[in-house]
Every structure is written in structure tokens, then in C-alpha cells.
């Protein structure tokens, strides 16, 4: 298992959900890290990302305000905060790594082939 996500499950609309995602067994702080998620019949779209030192985060106009991505690298793992959920955020959510990165690369990509290692998705459903 590369990345395991946590966190998902049933809330109605205006709720909020906080997704987990660990990295067992890698060099977490050498990794850039997104979130994507899948709404039924859709393509996989980009929802927040982070750069190994936890700044630069960058997150899709549709979440913006309402999510926010964190990460604590000494317990290897990633956050997303979302709140006000809206019945249109249901989907899987997928924790993405990129790379390992050197120190000096601080970008956030947002195109999910950048990115190297998966995790299995959580589901989120937003009842209206």
C-alpha cells in the first residue's frame, strides 16, 4: 500500500468532513502532495495540493474558501479540511504523492500524471 486515505463517509450538505491520508514506509518530507477526487461518470479532477514544506497551497476554484489542505511531516501525513460541503463535492477522494522532490522545488502541480504514488480513494457523499 503506498497511501492511505481515512476520513470519508456520509454528512449533509453544509457539514464538514476532515480526510487523512499516511505514507507508511517512504521519506513523507521529500513529497509534494495533492488531492483528486472522481464524481460518477466524470474524470478525475485536481482538488488541492502542497509542497513539502507545507506552503504553496493551491486548490481548484470549485473548493476554494471552503477547503483546506495541511500536512505535519513528523507524523507523515496530510490533511483536507472541508467544510460547507455541497452535494455536487461527492465523489472519491484520492491522496496523491509527487515524488521524491529536491529541497529547492517548492511547485504544486496540479496534472495528476505528475504523480507517483496513489492511494486506494475514500468515498464522500454529500446528502442535499
Known amino acids: 500500500v503506498q497511501l492511505v486515505e481515512s476520513g470519508g463517509g456520509l454528512v449533509q450538505a453544509g457539514g464538514s468532513l476532515r480526510l487523512s491520508c499516511t505514507m507508511p514506509g517512504r521519506t513523507f518530507s521529500s513529497y509534494s502532495m495533492g488531492w483528486f477526487r472522481q464524481a460518477p461518470a466524470k474524470e478525475r479532477e485536481f482538488v488541492a495540493g502542497i509542497n513539502w514544506t507545507g506552503g504553496g497551497a493551491e486548490y481548484a476554484d470549485s473548493v476554494r474558501g471552503r477547503f483546506t489542505m495541511s500536512r505535519d511531516n513528523a507524523k507523515n501525513s496530510v490533511f483536507l479540511q472541508m467544510n460547507s460541503l455541497k452535494p455536487e463535492d461527492t465523489a472519491v477522494y484520492y491522496c496523491?504523492?509527487?515524488?521524491?522532490?529536491?529541497?529547492?522545488?517548492?511547485?504544486?502541480?496540479?496534472?495528476?500524471?505528475?504523480?507517483?504514488?496513489w492511494g486506494q480513494g475514500t468515498q464522500v457523499t454529500v446528502s442535499s
Open positions: 496523491a504523492a509527487d515524488g521524491p522532490v529536491p529541497d529547492t522545488d517548492v511547485v504544486v502541480v496540479r496534472d495528476e500524471s505528475e504523480y507517483d504514488l
